[in-house]
């Protein structure tokens, strides 16, 4: 059974955790509703009491998501629809046609196909080879760098939820094919970022360094690339 609990106006989902030991995590959805993710058997007059103290903040955050699913909704691929492509927002257009394909015209995708019903399956086969031109663009890009000539194996993309990019110690890079979506200047940031990894293999001073040292304003690419993480979680 859902547990619930109700402070004012808000109806609060409560999910007991049996791998939460003390602390009660917010989890702001984002169709703006709150889940509180406790450990095993806390009073319910205790997550009230709780959430009446933090209702400010809880109120902030909850219009927060709701406005960032606004400006990012997920993702629906259809005639008709807007999908999103290196930071721009296409307009998906069926053209009926016997031989199936994908061509992109400026702003418009066109996608060519006997039925409409395929456009989705189209569209979703047409990205990752986007995302392979885009990541060996910004590959080609960061070819100088000079400790790539002997630490650089290989790399490839694909989907994940997690994470825009990962590499591993003995020189194999991974992109998230999602990255196909955001604009080329975060392609290039995750892309610098991965292959930074390279060289120091931790998130420490040394790494940090040698981004400014590439690319002076990686610090506001990141934010930049936070506000896509809702991209993660589409088709
Ligand atoms: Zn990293």
Redesign the pocket.
């Known amino acids: 059974m859902k547990r619930e609990i109700r402070v004012e106006d808000l109806v609060i989902e409560v999910r007991e955790n049996l791998r939460r030991k003390r602390n009660v995590g917010f989890l702001f959805q984002p169709n703006g509703r709150l889940i509180l993710d406790t450990p095993p058997r806390v009073e319910r007059s205790v997550l009230k009491t709780m959430v009446r103290e933090n209702l400010g903040w809880i109120r902030l955050r909850l219009r927060k998501v709701r406005e960032e699913a606004r400006v990012h909704p997920p993702l629906r691929i259809h005639n008709g629809g807007h999908i999103p492509y290196l930071g721009e927002n296409l307009v998906v257009l069926w053209v009926k046609s016997e031989k199936s394909r994908v061509h992109r015209a400026g702003k418009v995708l066109e996608v060519h196909a006997p039925n409409a019903r395929h456009v989705r399956r189209l569209v979703l086969e047409w990205y990752p080879g986007r995302a392979s031109r885009a990541f060996a663009k910004q590959v080609e890009r960061w070819a100088g760098l000079p400790w790539l000539r002997t630490r650089f194996k290989s790399w490839r993309h694909q989907y994940t939820r997690a994470q825009w ?2 590499c591993s110690e003995d020189g194999h890079v991974l992109f998230n094919t999602h990255l196909v979506k955001v604009p080329e200047r975060l392609v290039e940031y995750v892309v610098l ?2 292959l930074c ?1 390279l060289k120091v293999h931790n ?1 420490g001073p040394k ?1 940090y360094s040698l981004m400014h040292e590439h690319m002076p304003d990686w610090e506001e690419r990141r934010r930049e690339l936070n506000d896509y993480q809702q991209i993660l979680f589409g088709d």
Do not use: D, N, T
């Open positions: 990019g990962s970022h991965e990894h998130h790494f």
